[in-house]
């Protein structure tokens, strides 16, 4: 069988794990010790992981983060979410086809008293937004507990084996996403006051003030004097024939597989959606050693950075703007694709379709705040801040900014005297680190063609500027001196390649003409050397696009370990030299769409709205068009959002759908908030003598 | 001009619109008024879903009868699945002295011709397998009462009123009556004016008020109970469970399952908690599944999937107020938490109110719940 693990990663460390023996439907696997069924299963090539009951489709991984219950399997008799739970030595895992068995019981299990406590801040979610305000309290020594879901602090940090971008002064910009979530989580435990509870998961606000967590699997009672919601966000989905087929996910489940349990879900990959998510995914599927064929995204350009969507496109995954997905297709699984060009009404345009072959889809289509528990707090009367995504949604760099204005706040709020006022240029950042991308503009002129200098292939406005700082020479600065202007170069370049490694963008070559004024060497950056390159290769060059410029000999390969980048050194025409970016890795025909279109027979209507009920496009609409706009009494009658993940990805889609049927935001009335957050066994709540 | 009707129904819940429904099938123009943006919205849609005819009056027995019959009939009659199930009602016995207060109730039972059996500890482990029969001394077990889905029901009644020419008038508040005597001449709303030849209470919650705009005092008190609802498995449990014992903070709870395998469970907190409050509090679960899983242990590893909270709008002596004060008002309130069961019934009952067409039987069946009894007595099963 073949192995779905990673052995091989640029950023990423491969530990050696043990093996531990389970069986799935009676066959003999392999998986390591302490990994998550789900992962164990991947590893070994298994994606269909049961039938759905009302329909018999196929089920399989969809969120990662034990959401929802798509990867329900039976494990040792009992059906147990598989993304969440760890194999065991000997686990007996079956597929769950149709409804599961309850298992009889013959004892009668005893109940301890459930912990109840009482705490100052308690904080929601350890991510970058959570960790800064935790250490902002830690540091005026408030008793402040954080509380997170996943098994080590950083939240989405731990899974972003990229640079980050912002600015290097106020949130690590430069440095790996993974990197600055260890440096974050090492911080905090300096401070006494704040503790953490890992594997932590917050289920409702209740009205008589008590936050319900299940901690390690045990339920806590916390009252707290005030809550910050800093629980991140949640993906959006999107509607298309065959979006309920197996394989169909988002990027967080993405990046949870291959990043965190560093196994290879798919072989062939296809995007939908530009956004930095979307193009960032696409890059860590590089990294992984998966074939991208292509992304593609309805917006004539990409939402997400300028240099994110270069990177992708010089390393030969070719990005489809103003095309839509029309529909998958596949017998349980995803087979193949089909993505149509879009006029300016978003229709798409007959004729232009093209289908592609890939085994997994990964939408990225944008992200919905986690407002659930600000909303709760405030019913319960608890006073309540948000941070970070949980806020609105923006980079990690803006997250960690605003995450520290929202501890500063509650300190003062909580009274304590000695918290000076927060510095009005704290909000102007704050702002500007969420910018969107601004206007992109030209290469830098007038650049001569001797000595050596930096070329910089950053020409859209983003808020990031480590290149500016990290110069020994202070040879780079931006435009105005501003975060978000462009950065250009001045003057004194010594050639010590700092601004090449430390680009988050990978957007900047040295040119050095010192040697030979008729062939300078290029130097490149490289991160995906899991496709490793050697000295005397030949490698196809590409201008900023993608472009190619011919195929140069690599004539040093210069390994700096430490910043997990390698500097691939060419020595090329002058003609070329400046516009020289990056290389091809990636062959083109593995994003070579299918000899003719797919066109599936299936209406747009047949998609599904529910995955957890298999509720379709359909039936909703047919409600929303006889005047019905209330989201209960569309729930009440099809039981949309009323399955395992609570409406978690139906809810935007119905919103949607009564936006694209011309209903007024004041008419549609939302699904009420109920608990609990996630599913959670009826033995976890007695309260016990 | 006031608009006129035939008709005015305060309230789209669980009576309202199984009598607007019958109605208008008779021919009325019927007219519904809520102040929520959607029929069943207040407590109709909180309703567990078990519908039992093992009550321990003629009234409640016959209205729920008749109920059954028609949530049994639905699908043939009108073509929706409403998710009925005939899976019965049992209310296990602890006590010697509950076993005797249960067996002299069956008496009861009997003689109003419902079925319903005692069953041995051995016995009520084939109904419900893994009970706990630790000084579990027997059931009670009532077949032909069941269970369907309040959801499906509800929004069935009002498609099918919609079809009948029902007219509704939601995000309105009705806010006093134009009263001529004893006659209520105008409806009148926070959006306009209504009139009509007859005009039914059927307003849950706020019955009390309604009831109050027309110089009557009803004794209803909405009292707060949470619920809770589990992810689905496959069947292995029949009958709803009812436990009558008191414990600290609780009187009786129940559970079953429900036609698409979940367990629906619910608590009747002690003291009752009086008021309207929808919010969830954090002591219904620790509670509640206390008690669930120390009678049925085979529960444990089931998730709960959500938790709601709504109201039992009581009255003190635990029957709902039925019946016609004045010229032209028909109070249909105090359904003491039984609204979605008595509702089919109960939408039958008020029709022939209206029309004037009671029979001997509706009659009697009134008495139990007349308006203007004392409220001594006591409901066994309430």
């Known amino acids: 069988m073949e192995d779905h693990r990673i052995l091989k990663h640029p950023i990423l460390p491969i530990e050696e794990r043990e093996d531990v023996l389970f069986t799935w439907n009676g066959e003999p696997l392999l998986a390591k010790k302490g990994e998550m069924i789900s992962s164990a299963l991947i590893a070994n090539g298994i994606n269909i992981f049961g039938h759905h009951h009302k329909d018999g489709s196929a089920q399989g991984i969809f969120c990662a983060n034990g959401q929802c219950a798509k990867c329900t399997v039976i494990a040792d008799g009992l059906a147990v979410k598989s993304c969440m739970t760890a194999v065991t030595p000997g686990m007996e895992i079956r597929s769950l086809e149709g409804l599961p068995e309850l298992p009889d019981t013959a004892f009668i299990p005893k109940y301890p008293p459930l912990e109840k406590l009482e705490v100052d801040v308690l904080i929601i979610g350890g991510g970058p937004a959570g960790l800064s305000a935790a250490i902002e309290l830690g540091k005026y020594n408030i008793n402040t507990l954080l509380i997170d879901d996943k098994q080590a602090l950083g939240g989405k940090l731990v899974l972003q084996t990229h640079k980050f971008f912002g600015s290097e002064e106020d949130s690590n910009a430069g440095m790996r996403g993974i990197e600055i979530g260890k440096l974050l989580a090492l911080e905090l435990q300096k401070y006494p006051s704040v503790q953490f509870w890992l594997n932590s998961t917050a289920l409702f606000v209740f009205s008589d003030q008590k936050v319900g967590i299940l901690k390690d699997g045990i339920y806590k009672l916390v009252t707290p004097h005030i809550i910050l919601n800093a629980a991140g966000a949640r993906e959006k989905f999107l509607r298309f024939p065959g979006n309920d087929l197996a394989r169909i996910y988002g990027a967080g489940a993405f990046q949870t597989l291959v990043n965190r349990d560093l196994v290879r879900p798919t072989n062939r990959l296809f995007i939908i959606g530009g956004g930095n998510v979307g193009l960032i995914a696409g890059y860590h599927a590089l990294q992984a050693g998966i074939n991208v064929v292509g992304l593609a995204e309805a917006m004539p350009q990409c939402g997400g950075y300028k240099v994110h969507s270069d990177k992708l496109k010089r390393l030969g995954v070719p990005i489809y703007t103003s095309h839509t997905i029309i529909n998958a297709a596949g017998k349980e699984t995803v087979e193949s694709i089909t993505i149509a060009q879009i006029d300016s009404e978003f229709k798409p345009i007959p004729g232009t379709e093209k289908s592609f072959a890939c085994d997994t889809l990964l939408i990225a289509v944008g992200l919905n705040s986690l407002s659930e528990f600000t909303q709760e707090a405030k019913e319960a009367g608890i006073q309540v801040f948000s941070a970070g995504d949980a806020q609105e949604i923006a980079e990690a760099s803006s997250a960690m900014f605003n995450g520290k204005i929202a501890g500063l706040t509650i300190a003062k709020e909580y009274g304590k005297e000695e918290v000076e006022g927060i510095p009005s240029e704290w909000y102007a950042k704050a702002e500007v680190l969420k910018s969107h991308p601004g206007k992109i503009k030209d290469y830098q002129k007038d650049l001569p063609e001797q000595g050596v200098f930096p070329i910089i292939h950053c020409l859209q406005e983003i808020p990031c500027n480590p290149c500016t700082t990290v110069c020994p020479t202070n040879s780079i600065h931006t435009e105005d001196d501003g975060l978000m202007s462009l950065p250009v170069y001045s003057g004194n370049c010594i050639g010590c390649y700092k601004c090449v490694l430390i680009c988050p963008g990978l957007a900047i070559t040295l040119v050095d003409y010192r040697n030979d004024k008729e062939h300078p060497i290029v130097t490149i950056p490289y991160e995906v050397f899991n496709i490793p390159k050697t000295e005397g290769e030949e490698i196809e060059l590409v201008d900023i696009d993608g472009n190619p410029l011919g195929f140069y000999p690599i004539i040093a390969v210069l390994d700096v370990k430490k910043s997990h980048t390698q500097l691939i050194k060419v020595q090329v025409p002058q003609t070329i030299a400046k516009r020289v970016a990056s290389f091809r890795i990636q062959a083109k025909e593995i994003s070579e769409p299918l000899s003719s279109p797919l066109i599936s027979e299936k209406l747009p209507d047949e998609a599904m709205v529910c995955l957890c009920e298999r509720v379709k496009v359909g039936d909703i609409r047919k409600l929303i068009k006889s005047g019905i706009t209330n989201l209960n009494q569309i729930k009440a009658i099809t039981r949309s959002g009323m399955g395992p993940c609570g409406a978690k990805t139906c809810e935007n889609l119905i919103l949607q759908l009564l936006r694209e049927e011309g209903i007024p935001t004041e008419n549609i009335v939302s699904n009420t908030l109920r608990p609990l957050f996630i599913e959670v066994p009826l033995e976890k709540f007695p309260d016990g003598d | ?382």
């Open chain 2, 1 to 382: 001009m006031a608009k006129v009707y035939d008709v005015i129904i305060i309230g789209a819940g669980s009576i309202g619109v199984p009598a607007a429904l019958n109605l208008a099938l008779r021919k009325q123009k019927v007219l519904v008024i809520d102040v929520e943006t959607a029929p069943g919205q207040q407590n109709n849609k909180k309703a567990i879903g078990g519908v039992r005819a093992t009550h321990s009056d003629y009234g409640k027995i016959n209205v729920c009868k008749l109920s059954i019959e028609i949530m049994k009939n639905w699908q043939e009659t009108w073509g929706d699945d409403i998710g009925w199930l005939s899976n019965g009602y049992s209310y296990p016995a602890y006590t010697e002295e509950d076993e005797k207060t249960l067996k002299e109730q069956m008496e009861i039972q009997h003689s109003y011709g419902l079925n319903i059996i005692w069953v041995s500890p051995e016995e009520y482990n084939e109904l419900v397998p893994g009970i706990n029969k630790e000084e579990l001394r027997g059931s009670t077990y009532s077949p032909e009462d069941g269970s369907c889905s309040p959801l499906l029901l509800g929004s069935a009644y009002y498609f099918h009123s919609l079809e009948a020419k029902v007219e509704y008038c939601f995000r309105e508040k009705v806010i006093g009556f134009d009263m001529s005597q004893s006659k209520i001449t105008r409806v009148i709303t926070d959006k306009g004016t209504y009139s009509s030849g007859m005009v039914i209470n059927a307003a849950g919650n706020y019955g009390r008020e309604i009831a109050a705009m027309a110089g009557l005092n009803l004794p209803v008190q909405p009292e707060n109970h949470e619920a809770g609802i589990t992810e689905p498995v496959a069947r292995f449990m029949y009958p709803m469970v009812v436990d009558m014992r008191i414990r600290p903070g609780s009187e009786n709870f129940y559970f079953y399952q429900n036609n698409e395998g979940q367990i629906v469970f619910c608590i009747t907190p002690m003291p009752p908690i009086l008021g309207i409050d929808n919010r969830s509090t954090s002591t219904f679960l620790p509670l509640c599944t206390k008690r669930m899983l120390e009678v049925y242990p085979r529960l444990h590893n089931l998730r709960v999937r959500r938790t709601w909270r709504g109201q039992y709008p009581m009255t003190p002596d635990g029957f709902p107020i039925v019946g016609k004060s004045g010229d032209n008002l028909i109070n249909a309130v105090g359904m003491c938490g039984q609204g979605f069961m008595l509702g089919p019934g109960m939408g039958e009952l008020i029709t022939r109110i209206c029309l004037d067409e009671l029979t001997e039987s509706d009659v009697h069946i009134l008495q139990s719940f007349n308006p203007e009894r004392d409220f001594s007595r006591m409901e066994a099963f309430k």
